[in-house]
């Protein structure tokens, strides 16, 4: 079976700056993927890569096997791919339903009278939320009134409705307490069991270990170390980000 | 409950209804009879029409301080048309109509276009739309008030449907003002360009990383307002059978004013048609209703300048408590 997506031998240069060289990854349907890396070990770049909102100078980049060059962020999601940044997930003044359905509202009725079906947006959304393992109860309430890992499952459970194929987080734990990074991993876990490629970013290999079934290394924008999770522990993981030979 | 106070409106009715019972006791039966309502009803429609679109504009993350001239701009289009140029009325109305959306078009795209705040731009579009209705009249007429209105063809079905008192002392522009309010709350509420109106002020990036068209949903709402004006223009050039090159003035701010009293952050994202016509009815009720009670008239500014503080202040607390609740 072909991995979701792949890239071989990809590199991204900024003018004389080299920020990717030589990276290849490749992630699989029903997988956590994590991608780890010091500040400025180019997992922004990758990310920005793989989510099309750069385009790679060098390589290739294959969605189910066929070789893809992504010109938008738009393209990338019209293939399935879908990026959650953890600040501009959501719109906090706005009610749950009305986040999870921006953009795609669906509607009934027709002319003048064509309106936005409220009763189905609001069950739709609660029973994708419960999917991902939040219960909001009330889906009229407002954004703000969700913790922080809530309302990054919210943009989760979005894009799975939605129907992404492969999820991109990028550091979506970063600003979040334990608990509330539990949720969020949660809704991951239950993201994989669907059969979607996930590629979680971060630079804290306590909290990918648990969750990650393929660990990449990255240093100073290229590969050390891509193991899977039999073969690595979490000290290994916590030495090569620190700066360790690999593997 | 925690629903209920959640609705950006609800400082408003407490503070409409807290207003009416002062005057009501304060200036007894003249503020509560029948003449007395349709005074403060008849002093609110023409902001209360303004008031809502701007309330829309706003909840988009935007202002338009160029609104009051382009009541004056929009009126003495008309006026010109019809009297000095002898246009019948209505494709004066249509014309004058065309150019207050090619003025919203303009603060649209300038906006959206080089990224100046809104608040500048529509800041210096008010001086050039004001000082452009001066000079063309001037040159034109020379004068800065046009009379004669009425003598155009088609003047007196516009003088029913603008100006016409259809029930007792009431105007047909609280007509116009509740029905715009009606379709204003549909839109915002049941519609998608109601959610995307949200999201443009709630959260531009998110909305547009969603596929929401942010820059259309806000020059749209520039050429609203400049369209709630234009009506506005009209209502009063036909009840007056004429325009001043000054109408409209300090408009711009009432509106903010109504608009904020009636719950809207004036950072965007949040707020309601509804509390706009609140807002422009609190307005009405406390300037009719101070020279009701026999206090002099020059106090009103002061009272509601008070009024805003107080609201926002209010608001904010409720909106805080709102959000942090649940």
Not at chain 1, 118 to 135: H, M, N, S, T
Not at chain 2, 129 to 140: D, H, M, P
Not at chain 2, 163 to 168: V, Y
Request: with cysteine; charged share 15%; hydrophobic share 50%.
């Amino acid at each position: 079976m072909h991995p979701a997506i792949a890239v071989s031998d990809v590199g991204k240069r900024y003018g004389s700056v080299v920020a990717l060289e030589g990276v290849t990854v490749s992630v699989h349907a029903g997988t956590v993927t994590c991608l780890l890396g010091d500040n400025g070990a180019g997992k922004s770049t990758l990310v920005k890569v793989l989510s099309g909102v750069e385009q790679p100078t060098s390589g290739r980049y294959e969605i189910d096997g066929e070789g893809v060059r992504l010109g938008s962020p738009l393209e990338a999601r019209a293939h399935g791919i879908a990026t959650v940044y953890q600040d501009l997930a959501v719109i906090p003044l706005m009610s749950v339903w009305r986040n999870f359905f921006l953009g795609s509202e669906p509607t009934r009725g027709w002319g003048p009278l064509r309106r936005i079906d409220v009763d189905r947006c609001a069950q739709v959304a609660r029973e994708e939320l419960e999917r991902a393992g939040i219960d909001v109860r009330d889906p009229s309430r407002p954004m703000a009134s969700l913790s922080g890992g809530e309302r990054q499952a919210v943009a989760v459970a979005r894009a799975l409705h939605f129907g992404a194929k492969v999820l991109i987080l990028d550091e979506p734990t970063a600003a979040l307490g334990v608990r509330q990074s539990g949720i969020l991993l949660e809704a991951v876990e239950r993201a994989k069991r669907r059969g979607v490629a996930v590629v979680f970013v971060t630079h804290n290999p306590l909290q990918a270990h648990p969750v990650g079934d393929r660990f990449v290394v990255l240093q100073r924008g290229r590969v050390v170390a891509d193991a899977a999770k039999d073969e690595v522990s979490v000290e290994r993981l916590t030495r090569w980000m620190a700066g360790a030979p690999g593997p | 409950m925690r629903r209920a106070l959640s609705r950006p409106e609800l400082g408003a009715v407490a503070g409409a209804v807290l207003v009416w019972a002062f005057f009501a006791v304060a200036a007894g039966e003249p503020f509560r009879s029948q003449l007395g309502t349709a005074a403060y009803l008849n002093a609110a429609a023409p902001l209360g029409i303004l008031a809502v679109a701007v309330a829309l504009l706003m909840i988009g993350g935007e202002f338009d301080l160029s609104v009051g001239s382009i009541i004056g701009a929009a009126s003495m289009s008309l006026a010109l048309l019809t009297s000095h140029f002898g246009w019948p009325f209505w494709p004066a109305a249509a014309a004058t109509l065309a150019l207050s959306l090619a003025i919203g078009l303009a603060n649209g795209l300038l906006v959206v276009r080089t990224g100046v705040p809104s608040f500048l731009v529509t800041l210096a579009m008010l001086f050039v739309i004001r000082g452009s209705t001066i000079g063309v009249t001037r040159q034109l007429t020379g004068r800065t008030q046009l009379g004669g209105v009425d003598q155009a063809p088609g003047f007196e079905l516009a003088g029913t449907l603008f100006a016409g008192t259809p029930l007792g002392p009431f105007r047909a522009s609280i007509v116009w003002w509740l029905a715009l309010a009606a379709v204003a709350t549909w839109v915002l509420l049941r519609t998608p360009w109601g959610n995307w109106i949200f999201a443009s002020g709630g959260g531009p990036h998110a909305a547009r990383g969603m596929g929401v068209p942010v820059e259309r949903v806000k020059v749209a709402l520039f050429m609203t307002t400049a369209a709630a004006a234009c009506l506005v223009a009209i209502v009063q050039t036909v009840q007056f059978t004429g325009a001043d090159t000054l109408r409209g003035e300090l408009q711009e701010f009432r509106a903010i004013v109504a608009v904020v009293i009636g719950g809207t952050l004036l950072t965007g994202g949040y707020g309601s048609a509804v509390g706009a016509v609140l807002g422009a009815l609190i307005y009405g009720m406390v300037q009719q209703g101070i020279v009701m009670t026999g206090v002099d008239a020059d106090w009103f500014q002061v009272f509601l300048g008070a009024m805003l503080i107080v609201a926002v202040i209010f608001n904010g607390y409720v909106q805080r408590r709102a959000s942090e609740a649940g």
